[in-house]
C-alpha cells in the first residue's frame, strides 16, 4: 500500500503526515481544521498568552466529547440489552 504524505498546520505549525489513503487524508485535514478553529474561539473568547494552553483546551475539549459519547452510548446499548432481555421474557412466559 502506497503511503500519501501530507501537511497539515495546527497552530500555525506544519506537520508533515504519512496517510494510508484519500479518506484519512480527508479525516486529518478536517480534524486540523476543527482544531484551529477551536483555537481561533479559545483566543477570542480567553486571554490566553501560551499556545501550549491553548492546545492543551482544545485536547481536553475533544476528548471529553468522544468520553461523554461513549458513556451516552453506552446507556443507551445497556438500556436496549434490558429491552431485548424483557421481550425475551414476554415471549418466555407465552410460550
Known amino acids: 500500500m502506497t503511503k500519501l504524505k501530507v501537511n497539515v498546520v495546527i497552530a500555525g505549525r506544519t506537520y508533515p503526515l504519512n496517510v494510508n489513503s484519500v479518506e484519512e487524508e480527508e ?14 474561539k479559545f483566543e477570542e473568547n480567553y486571554a490566553v498568552a501560551d ?21 451516552i452510548k453506552l446507556k443507551r446499548d445497556r438500556d436496549t440489552l434490558k429491552n431485548i432481555q424483557s421481550l425475551i421474557s414476554l415471549i418466555n412466559v407465552r410460550l
Not at 482544531?35 to 481561533?40: G, S
Not at 499556545?51 to 458513556?71: G, N, P, R, T, W
Open 27 to 40: 479525516g486529518m485535514r478536517k480534524a486540523a481544521n476543527q482544531i484551529n478553529d477551536l483555537i481561533a
Open 51 to 71: 499556545k501550549q494552553d491553548v492546545l492543551a483546551m482544545c485536547a481536553l475539549q475533544f476528548a471529553s466529547k468522544l468520553e461523554i459519547e461513549s458513556i
